[in-house]
């Protein structure tokens, strides 16, 4: 039971109906918000209160808000997928409330139960409905719940209010090429994370710390950029927002081990899962970014992808770096990657039958 019933306080000045259409017509990625959001307040005397939802708009903050200045800050990412029937659905919800859980232990900020982050999801989506895009398309609602500290206070602490918000947007392809091979460019310089840092935890100073190598991927014409791992420069951690996988000749699909500096995907968890039951032998072990060129060269990996709630499946065609550049397979789509994104948004969109229980209908 969810303890926070997020009522809709006020009613916003929603988007025209013709404006709307035109949004939804081609959406991109996070560039077009819904009319409302939810929200929940923690403090420390009380605990969470205050569920409700609330017309989207700048929010009001101290300059002096502790977020603004340490990062204490968390979020996640799921998808709204609109069924043919006109029902609207989620993929693993509580896989992702359960991360924003783990993120909060790591940033000391307030666990929010699973059925309020559930709840909250359901009454914003519900609200927004009108924005989750028809069924015939590619197309979601990217819904985006995050949770900072917002106390006035400069003192280096875990912060004594926290705010939560989920907001919405709609989304069509993460890449602007659509589902096309990337290139992605190895780091020798950047690492995401370290040993008891926080890799692990979705928080916005990751990110932070990614950007540098994301402008040199850009720089070298690339589309993502690898991290390694921050000790060694050895083996492969991961994108900046997605995780790799590779697929060898002999019917294998290797993706890193969980080291506690890698994001632990839904996507990754559902795909191990998928590759399982489709007869593929699956490895989470190390992966030795050396060995893994050598591996392309040799004809051994065939494929590589990588993949998110944000691109869901995406096919690596080629990797560069300082010392040159290989490529995967024929630098096309694979054909088991391609297999496995099908499978994946075939139950994500209500088109196969959703036999694991994945999903969870909202509206
Ligand atoms: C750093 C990072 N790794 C991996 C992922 C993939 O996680 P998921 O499949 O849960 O979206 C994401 C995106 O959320 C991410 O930001």
Known sequence: MSALDFTQTSTARRVGDAERARILAAPGFGQHYTDFMAH????????????????????????????????????????????????????????????LQRSARRLALPELPVPDFLASLRALVAADEPWVPEATSEESLYLRPFMFASEEFLGVRASHTVDYYVIASPAGPYFPRGVQPLVVWITDEYARAGAGGTGAAKCGGNYASSLLGKNEAAENGADEVLFLDSETHTSIDELSGMNVFAITRDGRLLTPALTGSILEGVTRLSILQLARDRGLEVSEQRLVMSEVLEQLGSGEITEMFACGTAAVINPIGEFRARGGSWTVGDAGSGETTLALRKELTDIQYGRIPDRHGWMTRLV
């Open 40 to 99: 929940a307040r923690w403090t420390v005397e009380s605990g969470w209160g205050g569920g409700e939802v609330l017309p989207f708009g700048p929010l009001q903050l101290s300059p002096a808000a502790a977020v603004l200045h340490y990062g204490q800050e968390i979020f996640e990412g799921l998808k709204a997928f609109r069924h043919a029937d006109g029902s609207v659905w989620t993929f693993r919800p509580e896989a992702n409330g359960e991360r």
